[in-house]
């Protein structure tokens, strides 16, 4: 008898409500046994259908408000398709790369990769994305855009990338409130340059600039290569660095920073966006990827070419490349059709113009580029302008190699460690010796 009772008399009604209390007691015990036994079978069965469920996974380089519009297609996308779950994953442009190629030559990775068509050499070489051409009719691909550049792209007699929006160039942009009309020519620029950059305390820092932009990446430095009349390899695919194009290209950004600082000493591309961003300087050379984010911030942009090259009479060629889907190599059976179907959803002509009204992208579709949404944006129309002079990106493995060739010397530039002169010369040689060493 436990201790409430001890010397006690107990009656019988006493005795019958410790019954009670014990009975209820198994009663409740019961009742929760009864209900975790549901719990469990509950978690049974989800986990058997999440492990039954298969993921199509897409890998893309795209801005914040542009995934946010993805994940919504997707998850669209999914209700005809319940037994597959449809994700994305960011990853930066260079991590993106060097991921799937590890992951699909692992046997894994996304089913499709996003992103500029200069990956379609590598990729191609390495065997890790698949030919697309047999899962499209020629009327499919018939309405794709092939002028003034080809939207889809082909390496080595095949289909690797399916565009879903062309350019992805260079342009001019200008803040509209700092900038009434935006320069036509370099000599312009800078005389306007020397208005719109402003010091006020004196202490050759100035308080706003009137350009910046991430001026030592290669891919930024290229249309002022062009802008002298210069390239980066032959008919052949050798490097041509090592030229007066070159180096005249070179020693014009470097004046605009240091001669006529105009610019600031140190931009990258994180930098260069803030200020503009800010209203700390007038204009800004960037491409449609940026574009959402400062209408987002309220700023009234424009859009021009990059001014004209005086001494040439050139315009700067900025590189001209679509951006699209390709297959993972390792893609087979029903979630091989399944995501080739997905592909088509994503570039289809609602779609690229549901992206064309968020961030002004430019549709790959010639229904799409004929829509008014297109033809009457004023962005738009400036963007194709700067596209007309543009230059196609190459999709030759041997660019990525003669980037990583220029970077080194060219941004030594910067820092006085070389001069535009000896820089060319280092640029040449190390891109002779990446391609040898990768070739043999």
């Not at 009864?34 to 058997?48: D, E, F, K, S």
């Not at 990258?268 to 449609?288: H, Q, W």
């Not at 530039?413 to 040449?428: H, L």
């Amino acid at each position: 008898m436990s201790k409430k009772y001890a010397g006690k008399k107990m009656s019988f009604p006493q005795l019958k409500a410790d019954k009670n209390i014990f009975a209820n007691k198994n009663q409740i015990i019961k009742k929760w046994v009864t209900i975790i036994h549901h719990i469990v079978i509950i978690l049974i069965i989800t986990i058997g259908c999440a492990q039954k469920t298969e993921k199509i996974v897409v890998w893309t380089s795209m801005r914040p408000l542009e995934r946010q519009l993805l994940d919504s297609l997707l998850h669209e996308f999914s209700t005809t398709y319940p037994q597959y779950r449809f994700v994305q994953l960011f990853y930066a442009p260079e991590e993106a790369r060097t991921n799937f190629i590890i992951s699909s030559l692992a046997g894994k990775g996304p089913a499709l990769i996003h992103g500029a068509n200069d990956n379609i050499g590598p990729f191609v070489e390495l065997g890790v994305i698949q030919p697309m051409e047999d899962y499209f009719s020629q009327s499919e691909l018939d309405e794709f855009l092939d002028d003034p550049f080809p939207a889809n792209t082909y390496f080595k007699g095949h289909l690797y990338q399916v565009a879903d929006r062309v350019g992805n160039h260079l342009c001019l942009v200008y803040n509209k409130k700092l900038v009434k009309k935006p320069p036509q020519t370099m000599h312009e620029l800078i005389e306007m340059g020397k208005k719109l950059t402003v010091d006020e305390n004196g202490d050759g820092r100035p308080e706003r600039y009137a350009i910046a932009w991430n001026y030592t990446e290669p891919f930024f430095f290229v249309p002022f290569i062009t802008g002298y009349g210069g390239w980066l390899f032959d008919d052949q695919y050798r490097p041509t660095l090592n030229t007066e194009a070159t180096k005249k290209a070179a020693q014009l950004i470097y004046d605009l920073v240091n001669k006529y600082k105009i610019m600031p000493k140190e931009a990258d591309y994180e930098i260069a966006n803030a200020l503009f961003k800010d209203g700390l300087a007038a204009m800004i050379i960037n491409g449609p990827w940026s574009w959402s984010t400062y209408l987002k911030n309220n700023i009234p942009i424009g859009i021009a070419r990059i001014p004209k090259i005086d001494e040439t009479g050139l315009w700067p060629a900025p590189l001209v490349s679509p951006m699209g889907y390709s297959l993972n190599k390792n893609l087979t059976g029903e979630k091989l059709q399944v995501t080739v179907k997905l592909l088509k959803f994503l570039t289809s002509d609602s779609v690229q113009l549901r992206f064309t009204k968020l961030s002004g992208s430019i549709p790959s579709r010639k229904t799409a580029f004929k829509d008014s949404l297109v033809q009457n944006n004023e962005i738009i129309r400036a963007a194709l302008d700067q596209l007309l002079v543009g230059r196609p990106m190459p999709v030759i493995t041997e660019m990525r190699w003669i980037f990583d060739a220029m970077r080194p010397a060219y941004q030594g530039i910067f820092t006085g460690q070389v001069t535009p002169e000896e820089a060319v010369e280092q640029m040449q040689k190390l891109a002779e010796k990446l391609i040898r060493e990768n070739r043999e």
